[in-house]
């Protein structure tokens, strides 16, 4: 058999009249004569023609749906309207059989809720290999973007023993005898004899750890895995996700805002790019979920649209303050059809204020700026007022929050007084507070929730069919 070729790239490839090989998985036989086969490097199948009359019966009976098969033959111009080319096949060698009676893709429509069932086997669906190809374009646009801006790639640990961040709750790290841990005098777990000679966690951000970095690389960035685990049951919450947490010395507020804006908007053209043809197939998806909708819960824009139009659109800037103002007055609140009224400032904002700014009164991303101390993290520079802090939310359409961030508190004094204020342990974090000490200066960073921009990009519902292998409440089988 001649080399292989990959099947996006055969129907690239305007040439026709030349041998080659392709390996795959049948999608669908019929007709004992037209296969469509495809090899994951496009959502587009190749038709493959074949001469059944000079075909071994036993071979055929095994071209079943879900069956690998490599063939090789001669690409021509295609006899049907589907498509540009097809394969006249001059030899095929199964790979790898599969059952048809037991293969639980059918060559039909399935629930995301069924696939997730089978997780195990969606990729070889169009939706989910067309959201994992995507997936694959942003990550890499994002090391992209950073690299471009000389940024340093940092890894952060995943076992840590600091809880500090106070993100939410954390997974624990033992290798302690469940049924009989060694005990202290006073009942408790005696940690000393741990892996780690303390207790230790899965993290859930490696923002502190990159402070440390950037006070002395100026700029980094990490992208890795992290981990809460709060019981939330939403199609906004995973127990595993990854985060992009860059960290730039000398930044103020503004400057995270712009390298946050910079960053989506990049990432979101690249996929415009380099996965027309994936996006094409999800924006119909959409249309199609859509008209399912009673007609004044449809969306206004396709899913092509709305990435252009955060593209090419500045996101809206404003206050926490200037938000509730806008909250307070706004018909949802006076008519009471929030779940949560807004009344007085300093309460934290829902998920269904944040969407109505993003998706009913400015119609734009929004970035919102100066919330209260007491609803964010003890790390954030405060303000002048002494009751708001520089932290910064970027609100999405359809997704809420996709980022959260801040310029960081890097005055000693202050900083330790806030940590009083929150009970944080000053004594355990000398590591962190050290950074203060010696050569501090003013720096800024943020944390993009991976997940949430593939889902976003793809405009998918549910945030567990946009990572391969989800983790919640009572999941993790595959
Ligand atoms: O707002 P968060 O909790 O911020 C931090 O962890 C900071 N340390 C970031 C920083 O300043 N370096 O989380 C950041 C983002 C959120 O805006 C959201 O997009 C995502 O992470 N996120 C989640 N995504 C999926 N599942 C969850 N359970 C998430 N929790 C947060
Ligand atoms: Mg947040």
Redesign the pocket.
């Known amino acids: 058999m001649a080399k292989r070729t990959k099947i996006n790239a055969i129907l690239l490839n305007p040439e026709t009249q030349y041998e080659t090989t392709v390996k795959g998985w049948v999608r669908t036989f019929r007709s004992n004569r037209f296969i469509a086969l495809n090899d994951g490097s496009t959502n587009n199948n190749l038709q493959l023609v074949i001469d059944f009359t000079t075909m071994d019966e036993a071979l055929l009976k095994r071209i079943t749906t879900g069956a690998a098969i490599a063939a090789s033959g001669t690409i021509v111009a295609s006899q049907g309207k589907e498509q540009r080319v097809e394969m006249n096949v001059s030899a095929l060698e199964i790979l790898g059989d599969s059952d048809p009676e037991k293969y639980p893709l059918q060559p039909k429509k399935h629930s995301l809720e069924f696939l997730r069932e089978i997780a195990h086997l969606r990729f070889r669906t169009n939706t989910f290999a067309a959201v994992n190809r995507v997936r694959n374009t942003l990550a890499y646009a994002i090391h992209e973007y950073f690299q471009q801006q000389g940024f340093v790639y940092l890894h952060t640990p995943v076992i840590t023993a600091s809880d500090a961040?106070g993100?939410?709750q954390m997974f624990s790290v033992s290798v302690l005898d469940k049924l009989n841990p060694p005990k202290n005098e006073d009942g408790t777990i005696n940690y000393a004899m741990d892996f780690f000679g303390r207790p230790t966690n899965l993290t859930?951000?490696g923002?502190l750890e990159?402070e440390l970095g950037a006070m002395a690389l100026s700029e980094v960035y990490t992208f890795g895995p992290t981990f809460?685990a709060?019981n939330?049951n939403t199609t906004?919450?995973?127990?595993e996700?990854w985060?992009i947490?860059p960290?730039v010395a000398f930044n103020d507020l503004h400057d995270n805002m712009d390298l946050a804006e910079g960053l989506l908007k990049f990432c979101i053209q690249q996929a415009l790019t380099k996965n027309a043809d994936d996006l094409a197939f999800l924006n119909n998806r959409l249309l199609d979920e859509e008209k399912q909708k009673p007609t004044n819960e449809r969306s206004e824009m396709s899913l092509l649209d709305s990435l252009n139009f955060v593209v090419s659109n500045d996101f809206v800037r404003l206050t926490y303050t200037e938000a509730i103002q806008i909250l307070k007055e706004s018909t949802p609140n006076k008519k009471k059809k929030f779940a949560y009224l807004v009344e007085e400032w300093g309460v934290d904002l829902q998920s269904e204020h944040e969407r109505y700014l993003v998706e009913k009164h400015f119609k734009k991303p929004v970035i919102l700026t100066d919330y209260p101390k007491d609803i964010k993290a003890f790390y954030m520079r405060m303000n002048e007022d002494g009751k708001t802090v520089r932290a910064m939310?970027i609100l999405f359409p359809g997704i809420g929050?996709?980022?959260?961030?801040?310029q960081r508190e890097e005055r000693l004094e202050i900083l330790e007084q806030r940590m009083d204020e929150m009970h944080i342990p000053k004594e355990e974090m000398y590591w962190y507070l050290d950074t203060r000490r010696f050569g501090t200066c003013p720096h800024a960073?943020?944390?993009?929730?991976f997940?949430?921009l593939v889902l976003f990009v793809t405009g998918m519902g549910n945030?567990r069919d946009v990572i391969p292998f989800p983790r919640y409440p009572k999941n993790a089988e595959f």
């Open positions: 961040e993100a939410g859930v951000s923002q990159a809460r709060e939330s906004r919450h995973l127990a996700f985060m947490e960290e939310d929050e996709i980022v959260g961030g801040s960073g943020f944390g993009l929730g997940e949430r945030i």
